[in-house]
């Protein structure tokens, strides 16, 4: 074990304090690069139930079953699990009582963590593990699983975990939807809209961090964008996800209107801003109206209000196809 290099290709039981979670893992939202393992495994715990695979562990032990996905640590001995972090993070939670207070301590985020019997803990220190040489290698089976096959990330890991595949050299989107069994242009919506959140990050518009959700929703964003409304207000051409997609896809004259469709999808925890989007059917097609209409954007944008503004949108939309003075028709 002193070189693992030397194990690519293989499967093996591997101690579970050799393993390292994957700071690049396509679940994590926002920046997890720099993240302490506290972090990591409480935005895993908060996303990725791991209370139910707590209590499943705590009283079955730990089924080793499944290889975890491992891809050799740039220095030392360890393994950083590309496949299997939440069991990774589970195993550590049960048998690391100082990591679950640390994480009450530093994440404020109180896990608790079932009794089991002795007779499982020995289940907890060994896990069988399959080497790759490179996260390349690991790629198609892990974008099977996850994206089409029997364990569906969530719209936003999905997204990540194509978005970086597709950064590889000489790989294309139609190879990358092939490989994990995409057959409704999905991928290539998704990755438009990863380029575009990291435009709005890099211009220092918007974080996801930042919103004022609990929860990522993903979808909302590229669901709204493949709407003709909110193409015309970021300045898109129509059609432009269905190409190959590239980074700052947005106009630089139409950045300020990006931060304002990203706040008002996902609001903002430093400025106070609550989304007005709640859920995303109808909330992302009735702001798109609003979006199309200057009166009634301009109430949004006085008020935060999606259903004052969207009222004005149908008001206006009476006066435009009845030809008659707004009040004197609904009044009438």
């Known amino acids: ?64 079953i499944e290889p975890l996905v491992a891809v050799a640590a740039p220095e030392g001995d360890a393994l950083i699990v590309l496949e299997g972090n939440r ?48 996260r390349q290698e690991a790629r198609p089976f892990i974008g099977f699983k996850h994206i089409n096959g029997p364990a569906k990330w969530d719209a936003y890991a999905k997204a990540r975990f194509a978005a970086d595949w597709y950064r590889q050299e000489g790989v294309t989107l139609e190879q990358i939807a092939e490989a994990v069994g995409d057959r409704h242009a999905t991928v290539k919506r998704m990755v ?44 898109l051409e129509p059609g432009w996800a269905r190409h190959d997609p ?12 990006l931060k304002n469709v990203l706040v008002w999808i996902y609001g903002s925890e430093s400025a106070d801003t ?6 995303q059917n109808p909330d992302i097609k009735r702001l798109g109206e609003v979006l199309a209409h200057t009166e009634a954007r301009h109430v949004l944008e006085q008020t935060g209000d999606l259903d004052q503004a969207h ?15 707004p009040v004197t028709r609904l009044d009438s």
Do not use: W
Not at 33 to 43: G, K, N, Y
Not at 274 to 279: D, G, I, M, T
């Open 87 to 134: 069991r990774l993070a589970t195993l550590r939670l049960l048998r690391e009582p100082d990591l679950v207070r640390k994480i009450a301590s530093s994440e404020r985020l109180t896990i608790s963590v079932p009794d089991f019997e002795n007779a499982v803990r020995p289940t907890f220190g060994r896990v069988t593990v399959y080497q790759v040489a490179s």
């Open 311 to 325: 009222a004005k949108h149908r008001v206006r939309g009476l006066t435009l196809h009845c030809g008659a003075d």
């Open 274 to 279: 609550r989304p007005v989007v709640r859920v």
């Open 192 to 235: 438009s809209a990863i380029y575009v959140l990291e435009q709005a990050s890099k211009r220092n518009l918007f974080e996801i961090d930042d919103r004022d959700t609990p929860k990522f929703n993903f979808s909302h964003l590229y669901t709204a964008l493949s709407r003709s409304q909110y193409m015309d207000y970021l300045g």
């Open 246 to 257: 590239q980074p700052d896809q947005i106009p630089e004259d139409k950045l300020p209107e």
């Open 1 to 64: 074990m002193d070189d693992q290099r030397s194990g690519v290709g293989t499967t093996r039981r591997v101690p579970v304090e050799q393993l390292r979670l994957d700071r690049h893992n396509p679940r994590l939202v926002g920046a997890a690069a720099a993240a302490s393992d506290e972090a990591i495994i409480a935005q895993l715990y908060r996303s990725a139930e791991l209370d139910e695979l707590l209590q499943s562990i705590s009283t079955n032990g730990y089924l080793d």
